[in-house]
């Protein structure tokens, strides 16, 4: 019925906070410039952040997206007010809307971030790895 609210309210809130460490990056970027760095050689934490929680971001609005199609599909989701059909339909049928929220919804969205936890985490430790080779090599 909704449960691809959550999903979308996470994505919207995982945007946002990229936005943010975006901006804080480029700031840091701008200040090491000043300070007579290179930039092309500075890579931030706040940079590599942003990137990697935009992309939390891009999954989950992508599902989103793609469960609200289904939703609209099905007739759950219309373009008239109050756009979720359960809300027109009473109480009852709100409820189970709203459980199906707190359950299915809340489910799907820590399950997406959970797969993303692992493939950032995965990626970090192969970046570590990769740069620990590096530097045997080197010597």
């Known amino acids: 019925m909704a449960c691809f609210t ?3 309210a996470e994505g919207l809130i995982a945007g946002g906070a990229a936005m943010v460490l975006n901006v804080l990056s480029k700031k840091e970027i701008e200040r ?4 007579g760095e290179h930039k092309e050689e500075i890579t931030t ?7 990697r929680i935009a992309q939390l971001s891009y999954l989950t609005l992508g599902g989103s997206a793609l469960l609200a199609f289904e939703h609209i599909w099905h007739g759950e989701v219309t373009f008239t007010f109050p756009f979720l059909t359960a809300v027109s339909e009473g109480a009852e ?12 919804g809340v ?9 993303w936890g692992i493939i950032t985490l995965v990626s970090i430790l192969k970046k570590k790895k990769a740069s620990k080779r590096v530097v045997e090599e080197s010597k």
């Open 45 to 51: 934490k706040t940079g590599e952040w942003s990137k």
């Open 107 to 115: 489910l799907m969205a820590v399950l997406c971030t959970l797969t």
């Open 32 to 35: 090491r410039v000043a300070a």
């Open 6 to 8: 959550v999903s979308l």
């Open 93 to 104: 049928a709100t409820s189970v809307m709203l459980h199906e929220i707190a359950t299915t």
